[in-house]
Nanobody, 119 residues
Framework: QVQVVESGGGLVQPGGSLTLSCAASGRIFSIYVMAWYRQAPGKQRDLVAEVTSGGATNYGDSVKGRFTVSKDFDNHTVSLEMNTLQPEDTAVYYC?????????????WGQGTQVIVSS
């Protein structure tokens, strides 16, 4: 079993910055992908950013140029640096991991961390 824990959410003013962190632990042989998704009230869960073991990154269109995803797969962590935050970035942010737990590829989600952008 793999545990995924996010941290770093909170309240920030428009134009401000926040960094989220995610740590995975448990039966992990290797990590294929770690990603951040977000879900606003009444909306679907959307990809924010993802990073592969090879370092390739992919961002949602609404965050390109403002958010940066960074990995440390040796320590099973990923971070999301968020700049120039806007009220529409308000959401619960979830960490997603795709790992080899010894039985092939498995996917796990964290419980989420709330980000509120408001003055």
């Amino acid at each position: 079993q793999v545990q995924v824990v996010e941290s770093g959410g909170g309240l920030v003013q428009p134009g401000g910055s926040l960094t989220l962190s995610c740590a995975a632990s448990g039966r992990i042989f290797s990590i294929y992908v770690m990603a951040w998704y977000r879900q606003a009230p009444g909306k679907q869960r959307d990809l924010v950013a993802e990073v592969t073991s090879g370092g390739a990154t992919n961002y949602g269109d609404s965050v390109k140029g403002r958010f940066t995803v960074s990995k440390d797969f040796d320590n099973h962590t990923v971070s999301l640096e968020m700049n120039t935050l806007q009220p529409e970035d308000t959401a619960v942010y979830y960490c997603f991991v795709d790992v080899d737990s010894g039985l092939g590829s498995d996917h796990y989600w964290g419980q989420g961390t709330q980000v509120i952008v408001s003055s």
